[in-house]
T-cell receptor, first 114, second 114 residues
Framework: DQQVKQNSPSLSVQEGRISILNCDYT??????FLWYKKYPAEGPTFLISISSIKDKNEDGRFTVFLNKSAKHLSLHIVPSQPGDSAVYFCAASARIQGAQKLVFGQGTRLTINP | DGGITQSPKYLFRKEGQNVTLSCEQNLNHDAMYWYRQDPGQGLRLIYYSQIVNDFQKGDIAEGYSVSREKKESFPLTVTSAQKNPTAFYLC?????????????FGSGTRLTVV
């Protein structure tokens, strides 16, 4: 049962344009959401997060939007740069079986074309 | 500099052999985690430990074992019972009381069964 889903395995965007990565979740108990960026053969690095009490969080070129009624969040990158090419994971946090756990989506590979 | 060190970066194992992946952190984090990443499946939780001498199974613990004898170390043993061990393994740690923004990943170990 995939509780966090990223339905687009890949996305290709032209440099300078907006990249929009999407993520859907099913568990209404999730209370915190994060986006991670991962380069090949490296561990994921934290990008941006949002609490379930907010609907938007912005950090420089990165903005995360949360639509709780639709159980959907998205990451906007604008303008997109070549260094943004990586795999992006969304993750959601909830207390599951007595412990705070993080559940990851499958990832979306973003390619920024010059 | 504080961080998480995973070794080795690449590991080859013959079928039927056990192998142990190392994870060491000098961040003074209490909680440590092991994930495996497979193409198209994101990061799946194998085991986690919230304090020394205590650990719990994650979502895909079968065929794996861990120990947590020291705060700094959380080694993962991939046993011969693991049916499909070839994957990219990630270790992570989290500081107490700081939510998930302080969640830190190692650079991973790629295990290949030959």
């Amino acid at each position: 049962d995939q509780q966090v889903k990223q339905n687009s395995p890949s996305l290709s965007v032209q440099e300078g344009r907006i990249s929009i990565l999407n993520c859907d979740y099913t568990n209404s108990m999730f209370d915190y959401f994060l986006w991670y960026k991962k380069y090949p053969a490296e561990g994921p690095t934290f990008l941006i997060s949002i609490s379930s009490i907010k609907d938007k969080n912005e950090d420089g070129r990165f903005t995360v939007f949360l639509n709780k009624s639709a159980k959907h969040l998205s990451l906007h990158i604008v303008p997109s740069q070549p260094g943004d090419s990586a795999v992006y994971f969304c993750a959601a946090s909830a207390r599951i079986q007595g412990a705070q756990k993080l559940v990851f989506g499958q990832g979306t590979r973003l390619t920024i074309n010059p | 500099d504080g961080g998480i060190t995973q070794s080795p970066k690449y590991l080859f194992r013959k079928e039927g052999q056990n192998v142990t992946l190392s994870c060491e952190q000098n961040l003074n984090h209490d909680a440590m985690y092991w994930y495996r990443q497979d193409p198209g499946q994101g990061l799946r939780l194998i085991y986690y430990s919230q304090i020394v001498n205590d650990f719990q199974k994650g979502d895909i613990a079968e065929g794996y074992s861990v120990s947590r004898e020291k705060k700094e170390s959380f080694p993962l043993t991939v046993t011969s019972a693991q049916k499909n061990p070839t994957a990219f393994y990630l270790c992570a740690s989290r500081p107490p009381g700081q939510g998930w923004n302080g969640y830190t990943f190692g650079s991973g170990t790629r295990l290949t069964v030959v």
